[in-house]
């Protein structure tokens, strides 16, 4: 599918949003104030404690803001469609997809594309530039490149993770629960991941690689030490994200090909 | 040479048995338990080029079934399939720029956004040159009488004209091959109409080659000559709709309301079959000519208040078909139970 195909689908998708103008913004007011007051409880903890694990409060927002925007970005690909598909499973509505001389993967993405997710962005993007102008961060280009890098290839990882799971649900179970574990687990990588036990560093790093996302590369950033697996491996995240989404698209692949031999 | 080959064509549905109750997800997921079903069961048969067949069999008879795997939905279980020359699981993506599809109860078109948005994303999807799209949208237009609807939300859209839209939208990259699952199912006789003219239409004048799904006998006179018969996943029957026709008999039930109970009637020409007072249901011949004198010299004497007319319904036509053979039909509940079905626990 080309690029311009898929943009043609996301066209379509936002028009027919807005069809429902006032639902759409009322939707994106709510979980505007459901995030500002998730900071505004970080904030006064903050302000009790000073620091958590030796972070400051603008650190702590650069981790934060990464985290959701990044998950912003990942989710308004992938969401909607990974959530949606057992139920297009089971109505039939798969099938239109894949007697379309399309890619099912881009096809469905393109289709279900979910703008709802503007207000994260917008906020995401407001505490973010207020953290990298306050924190102490040594800006080289090499810095730059990093920060640019981990929010495209740290929306990939996000975009992934929803891919895996909704495979998984697909294939497996009607599971909601697998979304909302996610759903909490992301919220772990708004953290310095050293307030975690070893198990969760372990996972959030080898298995489900969130922390590519977030903490690796803002530990970088802002000169932080290593935890369990040394600093530098944050300069992986340029690679993480798009491997880790190359491995989701061909498991999802696999996944489809597996329902063409089993019948729904 | 075959458009469409299919040699003892057979499709197993693998089910995971799932658990219920408590921590079911996670049970499901470790025992494993599968069934199997066989909804197609060893078919073959060929389609020409320009063939307008009709594929019918009563519910579950794996009509569904068939399409799925000749669109390349669904891989086969057993069996070959051949269609423009590949396989179609195996080259799916290729084979749907040369097939189009339109299911019955599922729809292909943007909801909430005018037709035409569809049809533009259409012709981008399929790449269909500019001039061919037009030209194809203008003659679809006209033929299904489209006009304004294509500027209306689908939303807005009555199902008749919904299934216009979806026809049409099938037909715009100018596939060599026209599937149809169900297309009529739900429409009043009027939308069925017109989708059956156009099919003739499209079937005549391009030369595209129509296989369509139905339980309505129906849609099979109007449009096509041949027809193949399912039922249990087999066929049991492949040839012209002439001559099952023929072996359904002449005859065709009209019934008539009358405004007040007439008493007993005799006709000359028709057969009483049943009789509830102000209704009455009688076998006449099939010609119109035959149908209008009986009804006529009935009227002229009774009031009458509605009349209706029913074809040989499709368990009609099984049931002819089976005796044919010889052999009885199946007992329906066998159909409801897994009973092809066996446990297997991994
Ligand atoms: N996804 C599925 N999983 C399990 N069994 C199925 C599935 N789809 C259809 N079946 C079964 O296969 C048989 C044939 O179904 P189908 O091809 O849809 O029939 P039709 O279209 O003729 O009504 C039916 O008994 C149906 O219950
Ligand atoms: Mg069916």
Known sequence: MTPALFWHHVRLRL???????????????????????????????????????GWMWPEIALLYSLSVLTYAIGAAFTYSPMTELEQM?????????LVKPTDPFWTLIGQRFNVGYLSHLLLAGTVMTWAIATAPIDWTPASVGLLVATVASGSMIQAAVLTLIGTWAFRFTRSWTLFAINGQASRFIRFPIGIFGIIPQILLTLVIPLAFATYYPAAILISEDGQLFPGWIGWLTPVVGPVFMWVAYRTWTRGIDRYQGAGG | ??????????????????????????????????????????????????????????????????????????????????????????????????????????????????????????????????????????????????????????????????????????????PEILFLDEPTIGLDIEAKDRIRDFLRTVNREQGTTIILTTHDLADIEEICPRIIVINRGGLIYDGAIQSLKAQLGSQRQVTIDFEDDPGPITISQATLLSDQGRRKTFAVERSVESTLAVLSSIASSHPVQDVSFAEPAIEDVIRTLYAGLGKAVPESDELDRWSRGRVVTQ
């Open chain 2, 1 to 174: 040479m075959s458009i469409i080959t299919v040699s003892h064509l057979g499709k197993d549905y693998r089910q995971i048995r799932r658990i219920d109750g408590r921590f079911g997800a996670v049970r499901t997921l470790f025992t494993r338990q599968s069934m199997t079903r066989t909804a197609v069961d060893d078919i073959s048969f060929s389609i020409e080029p320009g063939e307008a067949v009709g594929y019918i069999g009563p519910n579950g008879a794996g009509k569904s079934t068939t399409i799925k795997m000749l669109t390349g939905i669904l891989v086969p279980t057993r069996g070959a399939v051949e269609v423009l020359g590949v396989e179609p699981h195996r080259h799916r993506r290729r084979n749907a720029s040369r097939i189009g599809v339109v299911f019955g109860q599922r729809s292909q078109l943007w909801w909430d956004l005018p037709v035409i948005e569809s049809f533009e994303l259409h012709r981008h999807v399929y790449d269909i040159p500019p001039e061919r799209y037009r030209a194809m949208r203008d003659r679809c237009t006209e033929l299904l009488g489209l006009g304004d609807l294509l500027q209306s939300p689908v939303r807005q859209l009555s199902l008749g004209q919904r299934m216009r839209c979806e026809l049409a939208m099938a037909l715009l990259h100018q």
């Open chain 1, 89 to 97: 499973v089971q109505r039939g509505t798969l099938e239109t997809v």
């Open chain 1, 15 to 53: 028009r027919e949003r807005m069809e429902y103008r006032g639902a759409f913004l009322l939707g994106l007011l709510a979980q505007g104030i459901g995030y500002a007051a998730e900071i505004a409880v970080i904030w006064l903890l903050l302000h009790r404690f000073e620091a958590i694990a």
